[in-house]
């Protein structure tokens, strides 16, 4: 059997609270490590634990990195390569209210919220250029 680990990411919005709202902006963090990483933007998350329900597992990396309380709305569609074994599944996410606002505690160095006209500003992931795409494309058409 292959082993496959899914790592999960948040397209984390914010705006009117209506989650993963068109014209939200979208939270982008600065990976710290590993060396390879490092200065490259992401989505936040991590790795699904054995047992672990995704949707679960990222409300838990979201609290350990960021700080944050949230919930995940949707799964964006689609799956995306990493470094075997992982692959990377996403999620839109919102902050429950009375949430602190993120801040890099592990992994990241500095934290974006991006406005839409701002999305590609930053140097993402190789990896996640697909997968934030297939994001806004999701909170597009969801706001129609
Ligand atoms: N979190 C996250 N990881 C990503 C993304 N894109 C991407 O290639 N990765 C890679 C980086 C890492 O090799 C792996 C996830 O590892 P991680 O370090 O975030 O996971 P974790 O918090 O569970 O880490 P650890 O327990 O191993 O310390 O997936 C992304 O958008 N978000």
């Known amino acids: ?9 948040a ?12 014209g939200g902006r979208l939270l982008a963090a600065r ?5 390879e990483l490092a200065g490259r933007w992401e989505l936040p998350g991590g790795k699904v634990e054995p047992g672990e329900r995704p949707d679960a597992a990222l409300v838990r990396e979201l609290r ?3 700080g944050v309380d949230a919930e995940t709305v949707e799964r964006v569609p689609g799956e995306w390569p990493l470094k075997p ?4 599944q996403v999620w839109t996410a919102r902050l429950l209210p009375g949430s602190a606002e993120p801040a890099p505690l592990e992994d990241h160095d500095e934290l974006r919220w991006l406005a839409p006209a701002d999305i590609w500003t930053v140097d993402w992931l190789d990896q996640d250029v697909p997968a934030v795409r297939e994001a806004l494309a999701l909170v597009e058409a969801g706001a129609r």
């Open 1 to 9: 059997m292959t082993t496959r680990i899914v790592v999960v990411g």
């Open 11 to 22: 397209a984390l919005f914010d705006g009117d609270g209506n989650g993963g709202s068109a």
């Open 31 to 35: 990976r710290s490590a590993p060396p």
């Open 64 to 66: 350990e990195e960021l």
């Open 85 to 88: 074994p992982y692959v990377l």
